[in-house]
Every structure is written in C-alpha cells, then in structure tokens.
C-alpha cells in the first residue's frame, strides 16, 4: 500500500470521526437542555405575573413586566422564615449526626474482621430496598412513645436513622482503599484505636466526609414525606419542601409565588453543591475502588 493511499485513508477516518463526535455532542447538548428545561422553565415563571404565567405556556423567559415581587411576596404570605430556619436546623443537624455516626462506623468494620461479617452487612443493604410506607407506621409508634412526637427532633432523628446504611457503605469502601502504612507507624507510636480514627482518618477522609455531608443534606432539605407526618399536629415546625402547600388552595394555585418559593428553596442546595463539588468526584472515586 503506497504513502498516498494510506494518507488518504488517514484523511477518510478523521473525516468520520469529526462527524461522530459532533454528532455525539449535539445529541449530549439536546439531552443537557430537555434535562435543564424545567428548572429554566421554573426560574422564568417566577418572574411573571399571574397573567403572563398562564398566557406564555412553556416559554422560559419572562413576560413584558418582569415580577420581581414575587419572590418578597412568597417569603412572607407562606411565612418562609420560619420554614427556612426550621428546615437549616433539621437538615444542618440531620448531616452532623450521619458523618459522626457512619464515619466511625465505616472505619471500624473496614478495620475488623468477625465471623459472618459479609452476611450481616449483606443483610444490612436489604434494608436500603424497603419502602418508607412499609416502616413509616413503627416508627411513628416508636417517636411517640419517646414522647417527641410533631417536634422537630423527631424529624432529625428518623432522618438520621434513615440516612445512615448508605454513607456507611461509602465510608467502609473509602478507608478499605486507604494506605495502611499511616495507621501502622501511629500503632507503632502507641496511638489507639480511636486516636487512629480521631487523628488521622478522619481528617483525610475529608472527600468523602464532603460527598456523604452533600448527599445528606440534599435529602434531608428536600424531604416531604418524614417532615409532614412527624409535625403534622404543628404547623410552625414544617419545613420548606411542606410549607410549599402554602401556595396550594382548594379552589385556586398561586403558580407564580409557588415557582418563586420553589427557586428560593433549591438556591441554598444548589450553593452547597458549588462549593463542595471539588470533594464530590475524589469522595466517590475512593468509595468505589475496592
């Protein structure tokens, strides 16, 4: 085969693929924009007036008069401070509580073997599968003979409990691919088990401690279901994912308002997000290597 033809061949399979790649990016940025339509859509909405939201349909961009007093208005006619701060005290509480439970309990059962081990923690998983309906009628039975019935520490604390096999997974993956050899010359210093824990490990489990806190809060923030059934007797203790029935009569929906409080309670998750990101893949990645 000549110089010229094999060139040639050269030139046809770059030709291919500049048109496959193209087409692969071109089919990813159709799929990003249906993926970020509805937040588009939401954002736009809550700048319109009642008449331009149901005038304009799908449109993302606001109308001629942009209403930036929707979103003063649905802070105070849903009574969103205290919503908000109810919500910032559970989720704040409910992340503290499963980083200082599931680290500790990760790091000890990566570090120590017993006999049926891997049956239990199998058994363990299972319970990832159960629905909340299935479990949500004991533990209701459970918070009120603990007396803390519709108060904000019976939503911390069954979202506590219910946040903490996953993490656990991902700590006990994260230190089983972490280097020993720290661990040993600390053993070899007369340093315990928990010094261990407390001095070493934790501090650089500091990627998965930020990907466990970012998954954490995101579920806690947005939970609807555990915050409406454990405060459903005081409406002062709802948090923001329930106080936006607010917005939702029985004979009418102030859309405009219910998409500005929507916006208001997705800015803090999506804050928490920016500024944890750069912890987000390395936390994974070590989860995921063993």
Same mark, same amino acid.
């Given at each position: ?20 790649? *193209? @087409? ?6 159709? !799929?990003?924009?249906?993926?970020? =339509? ?5 954002? !736009?909405?809550? @700048? ?26 649905? *802070? ?25 439970? &599931?680290?500790?309990?990760?790091? +000890? ?12 923690? !199998? ?50 993956? =994260? ?9 040993? +010359? ?13 001095? /070493? ?19 806690? *923030?947005?939970?609807?279901? /555990? ?20 917005? /939702? ?15 208001? &309670? ?9 500024? @944890?990101?750069? =912890? ?11």
């Amino acid at each position: 085969m000549s110089a010229i033809t094999q060139k040639g061949m050269g030139r046809r399979r770059k030709r291919r693929t500049g048109k496959s790649m *193209w @087409l692969t990016h071109i089919i990813l940025l159709l !799929g990003g924009l249906i993926w970020v =339509y509805p937040f588009l859509w939401m954002l !736009g909405s809550s @700048l319109k007036t009642d008449q331009d939201f149901f005038s304009q349909g799908l449109n993302i961009f606001p109308g001629k008069t942009i209403a930036w007093g929707n979103y003063p208005a649905a *802070w105070n006619e849903a009574s969103f401070g205290q919503y908000f701060i109810n919500t910032v005290i559970v989720s704040g509480l409910t992340v503290a509580f499963v980083l200082l439970f &599931t680290s500790m309990a990760g790091y +000890a059962i990566s570090r120590t073997s017993f006999p049926g081990k891997k049956l239990l923690l !199998g058994l363990i998983a299972l319970t990832l599968f159960l629905p909340h309906g299935y479990t949500i009628l004991p533990i209701f039975d459970l918070i009120q003979r603990l007396g803390l019935l519709n108060s904000l520490s019976a939503v911390i604390v069954v979202e506590t409990g219910g946040g903490l096999i996953f993490p656990t997974f991902l700590f006990i993956g =994260y230190f089983s691919s972490m280097d020993k050899e720290i661990e040993d +010359a600390a053993r070899v210093d007369g340093a315990g088990f928990n010094q261990r824990f407390w001095m /070493i490990m934790f501090p650089l489990a500091g990627p998965m401690l930020a990907t466990v806190a970012l998954f954490t809060f995101i579920g806690a *923030w947005n939970n609807f279901f /555990i915050p409406l059934v454990f405060t459903l007797a005081n409406p002062e203790l709802q948090t923001l994912a329930v106080g936006m029935y607010a917005f /939702i009569g029985q004979n009418s929906t102030q859309w405009s308002y219910l998409t500005a409080g929507a916006v208001i &309670t997705l800015a803090p998750i999506m804050l928490v997000f920016i500024f @944890l990101q750069r =912890y987000f893949i390395n936390g994974v990645a070590g989860a995921v290597k063993s």
